[in-house]
């Protein structure tokens, strides 16, 4: 697992990913849960915002959460703490040299993971070696290819460009969420199903306004200005006319769609011997 994270490390990007996240729980995660006795393993934590609310949606299980960055598992510690959060162990670990036995967890879990990986394919298959036959394993990733927003701007447009680029360059792949179906038929799961989650808002949505319009998705294309310009992918003044036309979507006319997807695909049993 590369540790070359397109959006940084910084505590506005750790602000943003569990804002995100508590704006999109129910959306991504109302249909998550897990038996209770069972085990489950989050790959790739970040700094929790996943994780506590799969662990409160789940009481009764028990979470491994990994990641590579021993800063992102700090702060995934403490907000596990402050949310009063007892049923998850967390872990240091590469995705790609995991430390659990074979068929270790009933259940995998893996989100906004993939879209960072140089081979995702790969990593599913390390994955899905963790699983017990029967377990499942739940992917969710974005896609930006899928945003839409009114009034259109073409400057606008060039600037989510620099971001799938620019994910591109890091050995990741920002349109990844429309791909989930092959990738965990390749890797040899079975009974695959994807469900597209759209998020839609305009202003008779205001909190969606504030909460994913400017604070998760213009609010990340924003993060990664330096870097597009310091590239060379885009003119400063193209860049920032760019992102203004983005936040008219956010304005009292202004229409913004992006849609996740979510997949859950399961490990086959082992094909039984003719008698």
């Given at each position: 697992?590369?540790?070359?994270?397109?959006?940084?490390?910084?505590?506005?990007?750790?602000?943003?990913?569990?804002?995100?996240?508590?704006?999109?729980a129910?959306?991504?995660?109302?249909?998550?849960?897990?038996?209770?006795?069972?085990?489950?393993?989050?790959?790739?934590?970040g700094?929790?915002?996943?994780?506590?609310?799969?662990?409160?949606?789940?009481p009764?299980?028990?979470?491994?959460?990994?990641?590579?960055?021993?800063?992102?598992?700090?702060?995934?510690?403490?907000?596990?703490?402050?949310?009063?959060?007892?049923?998850?162990?967390?872990?240091?670990?590469?995705?790609?040299?995991?430390?659990?036995?074979?068929?270790?967890?009933?259940?995998?879990?893996?989100?906004?993971?993939?879209?960072?990986?140089?081979?995702?394919?790969?990593?599913?298959?390390?994955?899905?070696?963790?699983?017990?036959?029967?377990?499942?394993?739940?992917?969710?990733?974005?896609?930006?290819?899928?945003?839409?927003?009114?009034?259109?701007?073409?400057?606008?447009?060039?600037?989510?460009?620099?971001?799938?680029?620019?994910?591109?360059?890091?050995?990741?792949?920002?349109?990844?969420?429309?791909?989930?179906?092959?990738?965990?038929?390749?890797?040899?799961?079975?009974?695959?199903?994807?469900?597209?989650?759209?998020?839609?808002?305009?202003?008779?949505?205001?909190?969606?306004?504030?909460?994913f319009?400017?604070?998760?998705?213009?609010?990340?294309?924003?993060?990664?200005?330096?870097?597009?310009?310091?590239?060379?992918?885009?003119?400063p003044?193209?860049?920032?006319?760019?992102?203004?036309?983005?936040?008219?979507?956010?304005?009292?006319?202004?229409?913004?769609?992006?849609?996740?997807?979510?997949?859950?695909?399961?490990?086959?049993?082992?094909?039984?011997?003719?008698?």
């Amino acid at each position: 697992m590369t540790d070359d994270y397109v959006h940084g490390y910084s505590d506005r990007e750790g602000a943003r990913l569990l804002d995100q996240a508590s704006t999109l729980a129910e959306l991504l995660h109302g249909d998550t849960r897990y038996p209770a006795g069972s085990s489950v393993l989050e790959a790739g934590c970040g700094v929790g915002a996943q994780t506590v609310i799969l662990a409160r949606n789940s009481p009764g299980a028990q979470f491994t959460s990994i990641d590579l960055s021993a800063g992102s598992l700090e702060q995934a510690r403490l907000h596990a703490v402050d949310a009063d959060i007892h049923n998850v162990t967390f872990q240091q670990a590469d995705l790609f040299d995991l430390p659990f036995r074979h068929e270790s967890f009933d259940h995998v879990f893996v989100c906004f993971v993939l879209e960072h990986l140089a081979d995702p394919g790969r990593a599913l298959q390390m994955l899905r070696s963790r699983l017990k036959p029967g377990g499942t394993l739940t992917v969710i990733e974005g896609d930006h290819g899928s945003t839409l927003f009114h009034p259109e701007g073409t400057k606008a447009r060039r600037a989510i460009q620099c971001l799938v680029e620019l994910q591109a360059r890091a050995g990741g792949d920002a349109l990844i969420g429309r791909k989930l179906f092959p990738l965990l038929r390749s890797a040899g799961f079975c009974a695959i199903t994807v469900s597209p989650r759209m998020v839609y808002v305009d202003t008779s949505r205001p909190g969606w306004v504030d909460e994913f319009t400017k604070g998760t998705f213009t609010a990340m294309l924003e993060g990664v200005r330096e870097r597009a310009l310091a590239l060379g992918l885009i003119e400063p003044q193209v860049w920032d006319e760019g992102v203004a036309e983005l936040r008219r979507a956010a304005g009292p006319d202004g229409v913004f769609c992006y849609t996740f997807f979510k997949a859950v695909g399961v490990r086959p049993a082992p094909a039984r011997s003719a008698a």
